[in-house]
């Protein structure tokens, strides 16, 4: 890459608890041969930590509660030197938690409860300067519309999890990730949005767009998945990384496809992998 970027990541913070089962409980049946596992994670968290590893300079911008959740929740970034000097502490909201079962084929179900995510009001919302921001719908719209309106340089929005955005905040995105289900959420505003779309297909790789034209397509390697949760948010750091420090789009899409897929081979929502490893399979 030409250059080493400057990431600002606007989102959640959150401490997974992770259950591992041969198979998803029907509704009213106990499952009893889980193993669980305490992770950090946070769409946020997970984007920072994901661009973090591949070279950018990286601000993680988010709330967390005043309790003993908090440290773990920002362990991960802590030791690998992501910076949190634009984080903020809540007294009276809980850190964000999130309850994830892992079935033996890799797919999850989620639940979260967001605690300090959703207090993280446009007031707590503090910018640093940064060649580019990533954020998600994990935090209220307003905020993430204060950091879109707050910074000229390049805006990612990750629009997940689904729900409506306002044209308000699509207007000043730059580069929008979705992947098939948030784009059906999105509907007749994409037909209207001007910049880069990114779509994911899961293992089917993604296509880059703008405007209804293709620009670049991407399919991931095959690999034996563990665990999807955190893949889409390896995909959307790797993608705003390549196309700011000056890949071509059809580099950065190949380039998060594989990151993406490599993040699915490990347990957890912060297993992104490195700048090396992916290197070591001959990716940009």
């Known amino acids: 890459m030409t250059k080493s970027a400057t990431i600002a990541v606007v989102g959640s913070i959150n401490l997974d608890l992770v259950a591992s089962v041969k198979s998803f409980p029907q509704p009213g049946e106990t499952v009893t041969n889980a193993t669980v596992v305490r992770c950090p994670g946070g769409k946020g968290a997970n984007q920072a930590l994901a661009a973090h590893r591949l070279g950018a300079q990286v601000f993680m911008v988010g709330c967390v509660g005043n309790d003993p959740l908090a440290g773990e929740a920002l362990q991960a970034l802590t030791s690998e030197g992501v910076n949190l000097d634009y984080c903020c502490s809540i007294d009276d909201a809980p850190t964000g938690l999130a309850m994830i079962v892992v079935n033996a084929l890799g ?17 707590q919302l503090s910018m640093p300067p940064a060649d580019a921001v990533i954020a998600q719908l994990e935090v209220p719209i307003n905020t993430v519309l204060k950091a879109a309106s707050a910074n000229p340089g390049f805006f990612c929005l990750n629009a997940a999890p689904a729900r409506t955005v306002p044209m308000e905040l699509l207007d000043q995105v730059d580069l929008l990730v979705v992947n098939e289900i948030e784009a059906q959420t999105l509907g007749p505003d994409l037909a209207v949005y001007g910049g880069l779309l990114a779509t994911t297909y899961g293992s089917k790789g993604a296509l880059l767009s703008r405007n209804g034209q293709q620009i670049a397509c991407g399919k991931p390697p095959k690999v034996d998945v563990v665990d999807t949760t955190g893949a889409g948010d390896a995909f959307t750091a790797a993608l705003t990384v390549g196309l700011v420090s000056g890949l071509s789009p059809e580099q950065a899409l190949r380039r998060a496809c594989v990151a993406g897929a490599l993040t699915a081979t490990r347990m957890g929502a912060q297993s992104s992998p490195t700048s090396a490893e992916l290197e070591r399979l001959d990716v940009v």
């Open 107 to 123: 797919e999850n179900q989620i639940v979260v409860a967001p605690g300090a995510n959703a207090a993280f009001g446009p007031g």
